[in-house]
């Protein structure tokens, strides 16, 4: 089974000529279609944004694009705030969900005008010390154990570092409605990359319910709620996508029945990363050694320094041979890069058309969480981003990191020439 590419073998081997691969290549039209999507998936919803999760894919080229798209950003680090003002996005465009926070990064976060997201009941008072209490505050929520409206249970929280017990979390918000926050609401991610298309209405219902429950016991009533990330995408060429249309129309269903039936209309946000840029960026690498010892080895020249999921997950990436799509000459093969290390494979055992060398592979949905994780192991140096426009063309959106680069935080032999 193969997976569809936006782009053709043709325009893959006049990229690889002009620019050395190892590089990433982003479809711009996959991601602006895919934010069309969530929008109208929540287009019911007054004051509905998604705040893209900038970890995913941290590049201005693409922030801007999600900036003209009505996006938020969602950022955890001091450097990701400014990422997001750098391109475009301010103010309570920003949500900031952290954990382990200074009092540095909060005051970052309250002078760019973020929304402030607490992780604990203790970071009230931390809070307060490094900025004061602003007036829109949000409290993030780990129930433990999540259940589905028949009660099932779909997941357990009970070894997750975030979030804070239901008890801590009425603490945490009647103390900063009392300390004069007046916009309070609640976030929750329940889950990671998942593909059940209830996730997001089951989520919906528990943190509706809370907002009720909020109401009854504490007098407050929410003015977000925010159900974060955790839709998954299909990496297997048999995984079906969730339809997020499908998704928005099951949240609507429990936001009638639970919300707009008891007086209460409250924008919802999402923080969705891997769903928004996921499919559409490309990791193309050039097949540099063919290896048989007890196993068939295909050699590329990336290597987990460009994408780590496979090496740090096991993470199943699709890849296409670029040209041979329809070959039918197959070889089970483990594709490798030159780290040294063992785990440095981006697929094994893996089925694929007959490969040479020089043949570019082109691995599949690297667009979030895939340059991102880029580090610097082995002195390998991250290589370069490109853009696909809808026109076809390729323009570059972040260049390779040079030895220049590698060496910039060093100290070095001033005279040492490169
Ligand atoms: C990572 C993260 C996201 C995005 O997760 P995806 O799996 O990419 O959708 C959203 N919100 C928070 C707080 C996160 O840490």
Redesign the pocket.
Known sequence: MNKILPFTAEQVRNWTDQYPTPFYVYDEEGIRNTVSAVNKAFAWNPGFREYF?V??TPTPAILRILESMDCGA?C?SVPEILLAKGSGISGKRIMF?SNETSASEYQTAREAGAII?LDDLTQVENLEKACGIPDTVCCRYNPGEFRFADNAIMGHMYDTK?GMKKEQLFEALRILSAKGASRLGI?A?LT??SLEQEYYPALARELFGLVLEIRETLGITLSFVDM?????IPYKPDQIPVDIIAAGDGVRCVYEEMLRSNGIGLPIYT?????VT?PHGYLLTSVVGKKHIWKEYVGVDASPADLMRPAMYGAYHHITVSGKENSSFEETVDVVGALCENNDKFAVDRSLPHTELGDILVIHDAG??GHAMGYNYNGRLRCAEYLMCPDGSLKMIRRAQSVQDYFSTLDIDPEFKF
């Not at 974060?228 to 998954?232: L, V």
């Open positions: 999760a970890k995913a969602d955890s969900t997201n975030f976030h991610m990671s990359c974060a990330g955790g839709i998954g923080e969705m990363g891997r769903f996921g979030a969480h």
